[in-house]
Each structure stands twice: as C-alpha cells, then as structure tokens.
C-alpha cells in the first residue's frame, strides 16, 4: 500500500505560476506510475500529467502540453507539478495518484490509479 499526500496549490492570477507536490509513504521501495488529475464541480477528473518513478517517463494531456511540468525526487519521494502559464480553465481540485502498473490502459485516465490522495485546490482568476 501507498499513500499519498498533496501540498501547494493556492490562488494566483492568470499567467502566473503554481507549483504542487505529492509525497508518497508506506510502500516506497516499489515504483509506480503517478499521475497528477484535476476535476472541477460538475466535471469529470481529468488526467493531466503522468511520470513513472523508476525512470523518467513522462505524458502530458494536450491541454497543458509546454504549460506543466512534471518531475520527481526519488529520495524525497516525492513528485511535483510545476504549473506555469496558468488560464483560468485551470482552475479545479488537484489529485495525485499512483498506479504500480497501467498495462494496456490509459495513463490519464483515472480508473487505471488506485492509490489518491486527498487533493490540493489550484484557483486561477482571470
């Protein structure tokens, strides 16, 4: 078992920048898959960029392709998400989430992740 703990977000202006992290504790000797979603009220969870720990595999939604940046310190345990350029769309939830496969399934999609945290709120005003 992992969990999964969420920190940062907060509000900025549009344009500006955010970062948010996500600790992993309990099993943290395996690897996993560990993906970074957002939902907003009414909407489903979107999946938004993902990094696999034992090496340096990332995937991005289009949506924030060249906007966010994911990356990781193993010996923190700990994966961020640094976002820039932010647009008020950005707005929402944000989960962290870990898989120790995805196999054949969607890494963005939600339903492929087991463990999540609890979520940290990004707000984005225009």
């Known amino acids: 078992l992992v969990q999964l703990a969420e920190s940062g977000g907060g509000s900025v202006r549009a344009g500006g920048s955010l970062s948010v992290s996500c600790v992993r504790s309990g099993n943290t000797v395996r690897q996993y898959w560990v993906a970074w979603f957002r939902q907003t009220p009414g909407k489903e969870r979107e999946g938004v960029a993902v990094i696999w720990t034992g090496g340096k595999t990332t995937l991005y939604a289009s949506s924030v392709e060249g906007r966010f940046t994911i990356s990781q310190d193993n010996a923190k345990n700990t994966v961020y998400l640094q976002l820039n350029s932010l647009r008020s769309e950005d707005t929402g939830m944000y989960y962290c989430?870990?898989?120790?496969?995805?196999?054949?399934?969607?890494?963005?999609?939600?339903?492929?992740?087991?463990?999540w945290g609890q979520g940290t709120q990004v707000i984005v005003s225009a």
């Open positions: 989430a870990a898989a120790s496969a995805v196999g054949q399934q969607d890494p963005l999609s939600p339903d492929t992740y087991t463990f």
